[in-house]
C-alpha cells in the first residue's frame, strides 16, 4: 500500500494517509512547533520544525508570526510512531524547511530565517552548512525548498509574497576546497523571476517544484528538465493550477503522479502525463511537507 506522510503546521501532527481512498490517521502528535519538511529512510521517518514563532497582533496573515528566533530543530520517529527522539533539539536551527536526503547518510535542509542550507548524518552528528547567504531584508536571500540528486544540491529561494523574486539554484554537495559556504563560487541561478517557488524534487532528470506566488503562474505545480552545468532553466511547464498556498511536493513515478499538499489543507494527486488532478483528502488545516511511503 503506498500512502504519503503529511505534517499539520498548527497542530503539530504527522498523518499518514492512504492515497488510494484518502484514509488519514495520526501517526505522531507533538512534532514540536511547526513541523516543515518530511523524509522516510529506512523505516524512520525525520522532519523540521520551524519552531514557535511570535505574534504581533496587529498584523494579519502569515506576516503577523515572527520566526527570527532559534526555536526549530530536526527530529527522528520510527514509522510506527515510537522511538521519538531529538536529532538536533528545538534551538539548533532558526527555521527548519525542505529536508532532503542523498541515500548515504545524509540529511539537508533548509533554514528560512537561518539563511542558509545545512546537513548532518543520520545522528545529527558532522553538521556542516554549505550556503550560506547575506541577510538583503526583502526574503530573496531566505532558503526555502531543499532536494539533492546526484553530487548537486538544489534549493529555492522564494522571496518576497507574490513578489515574482523567486529563484532555483543549484551547487556542489560539498564546499569548494579552499572556498566558504558564504563565498562559494560554484553556485549556479538555474531559473530567476519564478512568482515564490517553495518545495522541490528531483526525478528522472526532472526537476518538480510548488510555487505560492501570484496567478496565473502562482499556487501551480512546475516542472522542467534539469540544465547542464552553466546552463540556465528552460521555461517551466505547469502541471495543476488553482493550489491555495502550495508547500509540499512528492513525485511517484511508477504511478505516474505527483501529489501537492497546500495551507488549504488539500492534498492534490496531479497526473503527470497532463490529463488532470484529483483531490486525495482535505484535511481541514494547515499541511506543509509530505512524502511518500511504500
Known sequence: ????LALGLATRTIF????ADGRASVLLKDTAYSPDGVVV???????????????????EGEAAFDYSAPTGGLHAVGLDGTGRRDVLPAGSVTTGKQLAADG?????????EGLRVSSCRLDGSDWTDLIVNTQTGDGTAECVGCAVAGEYLYWTQK???????????RAG???PDGESA???TDVETLWDGLPEPVDLQVVDGILYW?????EPDGNTLNRAPIPSPGEVGEPPEILARGLHEAVGVAVDSRAGLAYVSDLGGTILAVALDGTGDRVVVDLGQMITGITLVR
Do not use: F, H, Q
Open 159 to 169: 522571496g518576497p509574497s507574490k513578489g515574482a523574486r523567486g529563484r532555483i539554484l
Open 16 to 19: 499518514r494517509v492512504d492515497v
Open 182 to 184: 558564504d563565498d562559494r
Open 173 to 175: 554537495l560539498t564546499v
Open 104 to 112: 548515504r547518510g545524509r540529511l539537508y535542509w533548509s533554514d528560512r
Open 41 to 59: 529512510i529506512d523505516g524512520t521517518v525525520y522532519w523540521t520544525t520551524m519552531g514557535r514563532p511570535t505574534r504581533n497582533p496587529e498584523v
Open 1 to 4: 500500500m503506498t500512502a504519503l
Open 210 to 214: 510548488t510555487d505560492r506566488g501570484a
